[in-house]
């Protein structure tokens, strides 16, 4: 084991995980591994069936790593379990198929030295679920400082490569857990509100990408993303830019349609959506070509 360096403040990275036995250990020695030593690790089992178990009993004499077993309840519940039993002033994140670069707290905790700063992310590399590294086209544009209206247009923050300040925790709270899908993004608004983030461009986290994860839900992910901005939007309606709601609305309806076109080949549906965007935000370029496109038959 290695010794601790006190000089640095405590980061807790909470690993939430669901039969991932295969993939967890790659995910637990990628954090212990940091060259940043004053760390801790909370392995939150949301009711594994798999060998999840017998795998962190081979961490069982490692004092940084905690382990928790609950009965299934969830991501955000288990996530949310995990940032309960943590103790850093900073708080840290890895799902249980990925992995961290041995660098990732190195590049990112100088960043926190504005008090103000209260999320700091980076960049992602990818491989598939045989740990064949690809290259992934990415349209995300990556924004530092006061965020809101950008986030409300897309969440363009990688979860895993966040790192948070607990203050932002104990002032806007931890995940919501009335929402099953999106969770970050609703986080990343209510952050945003009082809090600056900032980007390191640096690749710092490896993301797995696998037939079967959540995220090729579009359904669920469109149905929980308006569920998430209808309710920010309410709750904050006093502190956001009304123009701002109006054309993230805009590029939902738009994002939407050209997903339920592209997959489902629909046209009626996709057609009002992209109206209703247009409609709501005019000098949208990208409203006006997904409709040509759905005219002309290119989807």
Not at 165 to 184: A, H, L, P, T, Y
Not at 197 to 220: C, D, H, I, L
Not at 264 to 289: A, C, N, Q
Request: aromatic residues 12%; contains cysteine.
């Amino acid at each position: 084991m290695q010794d601790l360096d006190l000089t640095q403040p405590l980061v807790s990275v909470v690993i939430a995980t669901y039969n991932m036995g295969q993939y967890l250990p790659k995910a637990v020695d990628s954090i212990l591994q940091q060259t940043w030593k004053n760390l801790e690790v909370i392995v939150v089992d949301d009711g594994s069936t798999d060998n999840t178990p017998e795998v962190m009993q081979s961490y069982s004499n490692d004092s940084r790593v905690s382990f928790i077993r609950n009965q299934n309840q969830g991501q955000p519940k288990a996530k949310n379990c995990g940032i309960k039993n943590t103790k850093g002033d900073f708080i840290a994140f890895c799902d249980a198929d990925d992995f961290w670069e041995k660098n990732k707290l190195e590049i990112q905790m100088p960043l926190f030295a504005s008090p103000e700063v209260g999320v700091v992310y980076s960049e992602v590399s990818f491989i598939d679920e045989n740990n064949n590294p690809f290259t992934k086209d990415q349209h995300e544009v990556r924004h530092s400082g006061k965020i809101t209206n950008q986030m409300l247009i897309e969440n363009f923050v990688p979860f895993g490569t966040s790192v948070i300040r607990r203050k932002c925790i104990e002032k806007n709270g931890i995940f919501d857990e009335e929402f099953r899908m999106g969770i970050d993004w609703d986080l990343w608004l209510r952050y945003s509100l009082d809090w600056e983030f900032k980007y390191a461009p640096e690749k710092t986290y490896v993301y797995r990408v696998w037939s079967g994860q959540m995220s090729n839900n579009y359904r669920g992910r469109y149905d929980h993303a308006k569920r998430i901005l209808t309710k920010f939007s309410s709750l904050h309606r006093q502190k956001l830019n009304t123009a701002s709601i109006r054309k993230a609305w805009a590029d939902m309806y738009i994002r939407e349609a050209v997903v339920y076109a592209k997959n489902e080949k629909l046209f009626y549906m996709p057609l009002k959506s992209i109206v209703r965007g247009i409609t709501m935000d005019p000098f949208k370029l990208h409203g006006w070509k997904a409709l040509i496109k759905l005219l002309i038959g290119r989807y």
